[in-house]
């Protein structure tokens, strides 16, 4: 935010260094101004004159001698520049790069713990439940989770360190730890409409992705930044693109869509969360839903129990970890 | 039988009760398996059913007990004359007058697979008792496992366990000591292992030290002493490496073991492996596997390799394969696939599509065909009967 009001609050300091004297001889010279007061441009610049001097009264700022002719055409110059570029900068106050990246910061957390339950319903009506708890440590650097639920998967655990750049699955029917490449995080997450990079993990919507914002729109209810996220070049992730509604207030990612990988007009996917609660001062969604577009499925995420900024020890994540 | 089940029973039932009194986790599966194949213009059918009972508890912070029960039942054709797959030329080598013993039968039993206590402290894990022991980084071969051999058509299919002691000593957070002893009548008999595995950047490392007794038979004598075909024992001695990671984008992973064997030639293992999931969901494996065990030709085959193969006490006859693998998921609980094992040294093959369906949240169904391309000789010989088989496992 500073990287935009500063340069504003700079050009009224230069305008406005005077005292109470000169705010009055000010006054007196802008009677004498080339237009006279029926002039409509100069009752619009006036009424505008009259709110930024406001502006400077409250900032205790006062404007500086002013002796010619030319200085008030300046100032007048000046005044129409900021009265038009103000409303615009203070539109624009945050650049795609600080949104994605405070996303990101809400994300990954220092560490926390949360059970979830993922509920993945079919075309044909079925559902599929699963639950698991996961661990995160390091603000996302460190990632474990094990299922809970059903029994086919129950002791089933991914451990993911490095930004999920180290993937390892444990499966206890057959006591086997095996290492993953960075591939697998396109796979379904146990056939849900998640994969384990729609989850976000580590820092993928900064790394994999450049960010572009977009007009800022209403979404669910939410004031929101809209973003468009574009595959950056060289990177191997099954999206050309994301569209993103953060909330303004809190900076969760109220809505992402998905694109396909070949042809960004195509909407793949639609994630959109919900049930937002505060919990240890970190906005939590505690509901999220994934739609699959081209399948007509929907996966839910609910979480059922989440906890920030717990102690964790190292020896969780790693693979003596892993097969407890 | 009946005494079993009712042993059973009662074991369940007991451990229900307790087990919702304590930390207790009672779970497992029932599998119900049938299986075809075409045998000299006949198709055979042999029916399984299988009850896995897992018990774990967590005694304390620092112990963990846990075991699992099988019982397994067969129907239909539950004898199978192994001499039926072989090539008619080979069959003049069994020893006259003992064809009866090579009739595999699938007989019901019961059996502890596992059950052991695992102690873990700050500085090191003791897991006692009857366990998984899964060694290496390939999916199909396993060059540092001397424990067991995958089933080439199912690889995922769990292991059985294997008396051990067992000790893991953690080496800060990226390496671990592992040591295994794993007892026979003697202690020059039994198993011993030494494990150093670590992380170097991306890539997982291991380095395997064995020595193990390996029980070869010799299927052209027979012992009629202890009515078996002949033993001969001889002490194995291997030293492994494997290792598994990323490389440009693609999964990676190698393994590699040297035996010097007592009683026979010396031998090499040689796996390498790579995998890679497209954004379209496919999922792609390919596994090279060489054994310098096997045969570079299908005509230096005799009963031996054939009969250590099918009796899973070596892993290959041939020298060389390959192994592919694809798999996509087609619905939502639906995947489908194709593995093919090609025999380089031999020139034959299997195809073997796969499917695996999730019928419910703990039922599942996996099937697969094999259909082998070979002649009469080759390892995937069409005479080694094409089939198939259909499993439906629930959990609870």
């Known amino acids: 935010m500073n990287k935009i009001i500063i340069p504003s609050l700079i050009i009224q300091k230069q305008l406005f260094q005077c005292h109470r004297e000169e705010r009055r001889r000010f006054s007196r010279l802008s009677l004498r101004a080339p237009w006279g007061r029926s002039n409509p441009l100069r009752k619009r610049l006036d009424c505008r004159v009259a709110t930024l001097l406001a502006m400077t009264i409250n ?23 900021v009265l038009f570029l103000v409303p615009a900068l203070c539109g624009q106050e945050l650049t795609g790069e600080d949104i994605v990246q405070k996303v990101n910061d809400l994300f990954n957390v220092e560490s926390g713990y949360a059970k979830a339950k993922m509920t993945i319903m079919t075309t044909s009506g079925q559902k599929r439940t699963f639950v698991y708890e996961s661990w ?63 989850m976000g993990s580590g820092d993928a919507f900064i790394n994999d992705f450049s960010p572009k914002r977009l007009k800022d729109e209403k979404m669910e209810g939410y004031d929101c930044y809209k973003l468009e996220l574009t595959r950056k070049p060289d990177t191997d992730v099954s999206y050309s693109r994301l569209i993103m509604w953060v909330i303004k207030e809190s900076f969760v990612p109220v809505v992402i869509d998905y694109y396909d990988e070949d042809d960004p007009a195509l909407q793949e996917k639609r994630l959109v969360e919900s049930d937002i609660r505060v919990i240890d001062n970190i906005p939590t969604a505690m509901k999220v839903v994934m739609h699959n577009k081209n399948d007509n499925t929907q996966t839910e995420l609910e979480l059922l129990e989440v906890r920030y900024n717990i102690t964790l020890a190292d020896s969780m994540f790693t693979e003596r970890g892993l097969k407890k | 039988m009946k ?30 398996q049938a299986m075809g194949a075409d045998i000299k213009n006949e198709f055979l059918l042999l029916y399984s059913n299988k009850l896995r009972v897992d018990l774990k508890s967590s005694l304390s912070e620092k112990v963990t007990f ?146 193990k007794v390996w029980r070869f038979h010799d299927y052209t004598q027979f012992d009629f002493v ?39 030639e010396d031998f090499y293992e040689l796996v390498v492996g790579t995998d890679y999931t497209f954004n379209f969901q496919t999922y792609m494996m390919v596994e090279y596997y060489r054994n310098t065990l096997g045969k570079t030709d299908y005509e230096q085959y005799n009963l031996n390799d054939w009969m250590r193969m099918i009796a899973l006490e070596q892993k290959a006859i041939s020298r060389d394969q390959i192994y592919v693998f694809i798999q996509h998921p087609v619905a939502d609980l639906l995947s489908v696939g194709i593995s093919t094992i090609y025999s380089i040294s031999d020139n034959s093959f299997a195809l073997v599509p796969t499917l695996n369906y999730s019928l419910s949240d703990n039922v599942e169904v996996f099937a697969y065909l094999n259909i082998n391309f070979g002649k009469e000789g080759k390892v995937f010989a069409k005479n080694m009967g094409n089939g198939g088989v259909i499993r439906a496992r629930v959990y609870f």
């Open chain 1, 59 to 81: 900032c205790k700022r006062l404007p500086r001698p002013f002796r010619t002719r030319n200085d008030i055409v300046k100032i007048y110059i000046a005044f129409i520049l």
């Open chain 1, 136 to 198: 995160s440590k390091n603000k996302g650097e460190k990632n474990l989770v094990r299922y809970l639920e059903p029994g086919r998967v129950k002791g089933q655990a991914t451990l993911m360190l490095n930004n999920a750049d180290d993937i390892w699955m444990y499966f206890p029917r057959t006591q086997r730890v095996r290492k993953l490449a960075s591939h697998a995080k396109k796979q379904k997450m146990q056939g849900s409409d998640f994969s384990y990079e729609d």
């Open chain 2, 3 to 32: 005494k079993w089940l009712s042993v059973l029973v009662f074991l369940s039932l007991g451990l229900s009760a307790h087990a919702a009194q304590d930390s207790i986790e009672l779970f497992g599966y029932f599998e119900s």
């Open chain 2, 66 to 211: 846990a075991a699992n029960f099988d019982y397994i039942t067969f129907h239909g054709k539950t004898e199978w004359n192994i001499l039926d797959f072989l090539p008619s030329d080979l069959i003049a080598e069994a020893p006259a007058g003992v064809e009866s013993f090579f009739v595999l039968p699938f007989s019901d039993r019961h059996f502890l697979d596992n059950a052991y206590i695992k102690l873990s402290f700050k500085y090191f894990d003791l897991t006692v008792g009857k366990q998984q022991i899964s060694l290496g980084t390939g999916y199909v071969w396993n060059p540092t496992d001397v424990f067991n051999i995958k089933e080439l058509f199912d690889p995922a299919y769990e292991q059985p366990g294997h008396n051990a002691l067992r000790l893991d000593v953690p080496l800060g957070s990226m390496y671990t000591l592992t040591t295994l002893f794993s007892p026979e009548d003697t202690w020059k008999n039994s198993a011993k292992l030494i494990q150093i595995k670590g992380r170097i950047s991306h890539f997982d490392y291991s380095l395997t030290g064995i020595e």
């Open chain 2, 226 to 264: 202890n009515m078996n075909f002949l033993e001969l024992p001889g002490k194995r001695k291997l030293l492994g490496a494997s290792t598994a990671g990323e490389l440009l984008g693609l999964g990676v992973w190698a393994e590699y073991a040297y035996n010097w064997m007592e009683n026979s």
